[in-house]
C-alpha cells in the first residue's frame, strides 16, 4: 500500500506543525453494484490514528463517505523531538503505518 | 462564456441532465440524519457558532469534495475541543467522518476530501471539553459529467 | 438521446479561437487546480511513487530493472513525454508513451506484457510523464509520423455512433460551451495519465476515448490501437507548445 506523508522534520517548541497523509485506497462503499450486477464488498479504511512520542494526538473515524485515495490533513504541537506515528486500519482490521522523526530544537 | 456559472443556471442545468456519480443508490432519510445527529449530540441542544466549515460552494464531481473544518478554542488542558463530527443528508449514510482532537493538537482543525451524492448540506458539529456543542451547516452544489462512465 | 437533450439544455457557446487555446486546467475550478498543484495533495502522486519504484524494479530473467538502462529518470525521461506518441522502427508503426513502456519490457527486458491501461503501466506512464511536468508539449517532426495525424485528423471530424457526432462536434464546434453542467474542453491532452474524480483513479487518454465514443453511442476501440494512437498524435499536434501536466486532475 502506497502511502504519502508530509511532516516538517523541524520545528521550535511550541509551533504547530501541519501534518498530512495520502494513502492508495479504494475506499468501496459497499453501496455500488459491480459489472455483475451484484453489490461490491464495502473495503475502506474505518480509522487513522496520530501517535506522537507514543501518545495519541489526533484520531479521525472514517465512513464511507470519505474519497477513494483518501487525504487527511490535521495539527499537532511541537514540543520534544520525538517519533510521529500514522496507524490506520483496513477492513481486513490489517494495521499499516508510517513513520517519521520530529526533531524539536 | 464564464466557466463559472451563476447558481440558477445550474440548478436549472442539473434537473435537465443526468446525474452520474458512482456514488448512486438511495439517500439516506432525514429520519435517518436525525438520528445520526441526535447519537452524537445525545439529544443536548446546539449553538451555530464557533465552528467554521469550508467546502466549495460549487463542485464538478461529488466524488471527491474538499473539506476544511476548524473551531475557535484554546486548546489548553482545560478547554480544548474534543471531538467534531461531520454528517451530509443524502448519501446512503449520514456519517463522513469524525476527528477526535487532544489538548496536543495544538489547533482544532483538519481537512479531507469527502463524498456527496448530489447537492446538499454539509455539518459539523464540535463538542468541546466542556460538553458544550456548536455547529456550522453548509449547502454544496453538486454538478456532474453528463456523459460519465458508469 | 440523454447526451443530446443535454447539449440542447446546456446551450452552446461559440468555439474558442484556434490562437486562444484552452487547457481544461483553465477551466477547473480554484479547488480542484489546488489539489493538482499541491504534490502532497495530488492523488494522481501515488501512481507516480508507484512508478518510480516499477522503475528500480529488476523484471524479466535477466533480472534488468528500467533505471539498469536509462539510469536516473530525472536526466534521460525528461522531455520525453512532451514528445510522444514516437515512430517505433521495428514495427514500422507510431506508439504512445505506455505503447513504448510496455515493447521495451518486452524487448529488452524479457517480462511479461503490460496491458494499456493496467496499473503498473499506467505507474510507469505517470512516472515518465513526471520528468516533463510543465514542459511545453513538443510533437516529434518525423516526417513518417504525417500520415498518421492525418488519420487521426479524418477520425476527429468523423461523425460515427448513434448519435451521429464527431469528436470536433462538441470540442471544436462547442467548444468553451456546456454539456449539461460540464464544460466541453478543447480537447487538447495535457495531461495524461490523469487523476479523474470520476474514475477515483488514474487512467490514460485511450481510457478517456473510450468514454467520449460511448457517450455519443459509438464502440470504443482497443486502448493502444492504431486508431487511438493516430488520434492522439493529431491532438497533440493541435496541442503544441501547451505545457504538459503530469499528473493531471480532472472532475
Redesign the interface.
Known sequence: M?A?V?IPETAAPGDIVEV?I?I?H??ETGFRTGADGNLVPRDIIHELRCLYAGEEVFRAEIFPAI???P?LGFFLRATETAEVELLWTDEAGQEHSERRTLTVG | ?T???SRRT?V???L???LAL?LSPAAATPEAFRAALDDFTGGAPMTEGRVTLDV?L????G??V?LKVSVESPMTAEDFVEEVAIFNELNPRPDVIRFHFTPRSGRAAAET?IRLNGTQNVHAVARMSDGSLWSAVTDVIV???????S | M??R??LL??GL?TAAAAEDRRTGYE???P??R??QDDE??N?G??WV??GAALWEAPEGPAGRSCAGCHGEAAQSMAGVAARYPAWDEASGAPVDLSGRIALCRTRHQGAEALEHESRPLLALAAYVARQSDGRPIAPDPDPRLDPWRETGRVLFTARMGQLNLACANCHDDHA????????IPEAHPTGYPQYR?????MGGLHRRF???L??IRAKPFAAGSPDYVALELYLMSRAAGLPLEAPAVR?
Do not use: D, Y
Open positions: 502506497v504519502m508530509n498530512k495520502l492508495s479504494p475506499m474519497a477513494a485515495n487525504f | 462564456m466557466h463559472c456559472p445550474v436549472r442545468l442539473a435537465a441532465a443526468p458512482r466549495p460549487l463542485v464538478e464531481n466524488n471527491a474538499p476530501r454538478t456532474a459529467p453528463a456523459c460519465a462512465e | 440523454i447526451l437533450a443535454a439544455a446546456g457557446a477551466m477547473m475550478s479547488e480542484l489546488a489539489m502532497m495533495s492523488p502522486m501515488l511513487a508507484e468553451g460551451g456546456r454539456l449539461g453542467a460540464a464544460p474524480l470520476q474514475w477515483e483513479e473510450g468514454n467520449c460511448t457517450g472532475p
